[in-house]
């Protein structure tokens, strides 16, 4: 069952106390890097369950179980330390329980759901992924707070955006079944 794109979805999640405890450091430089190789593990894990052919069940759901605990906890995260404002962890947060319980509800109502990303989502997960980046790269690397706030304003408008689009692709699953 622990094989290695599973792995590499595990490592994701360890990869959280090292963050924390840099970020409690205020050791941006390393905390960034750990973001990154939290990306690479990200990438890694798909292309080596393709590759190696070892996709499994446990696979497929620790997966994205592996994303959305990062991602969760870097938002609380950076917004703990002061790196991000709250409203936009809150935003993020909000989001991904709403689309959960929007999928719990449509299964539990044996609604047929299609668990396919739309394009504003893709765009939506790079912009929260960058934000989460760009604080600490402009804290460690170069000195950017524009990018920061540029890109908290967009993950935001992105969030909200695809945040509407599942509510609206949701209540148009649950016409369709009340109108057979």
């Not at 069940?57 to 997966?63: H, I, N, P, T």
């Not at 999928?103 to 912009?127: C, D, G, H, Q």
């Not at 929260?128 to 967009?154: C, E, I, K, N, R």
């Amino acid at each position: 069952m622990l094989n290695l794109p599973n792995f590499f979805s595990i490592a994701r999640v360890v990869l959280l106390l090292p963050l924390i405890y840099f970020l409690h450091q205020k050791n941006y430089g390393s905390a960034f890097a750990i973001l990154v190789l939290a990306g690479i593990t990200d990438a890694i894990d798909g292309a080596a369950a393709r590759l190696l052919r070892q996709r499994t069940v446990f696979g497929a759901y620790l997966d994205p179980a592996a994303d959305k605990t990062f991602m969760t906890c870097s938002y609380i995260a950076l917004s703990s330390f002061g790196l991000l404002p709250w409203g936009l962890t809150l935003l993020v947060i909000g989001r991904d329980v709403v689309i959960v319980l929007g999928f719990a509800i449509l299964r539990l109502l044996s609604r047929p759901v299609e668990a396919s990303p739309s394009v504003a989502s893709k765009v939506t997960t790079i912009l929260q992924v960058a934000t989460l980046g760009a604080p600490l790269f402009s804290l460690s690397l170069v000195h950017s707070p524009w990018l920061t706030d540029g890109l908290v304003w967009a993950a935001s408008a992105g969030t909200v955006i695809s945040g509407f689009q599942y509510i609206f692709k949701g209540v148009q699953i649950l016409r369709r079944g009340t109108a057979d």
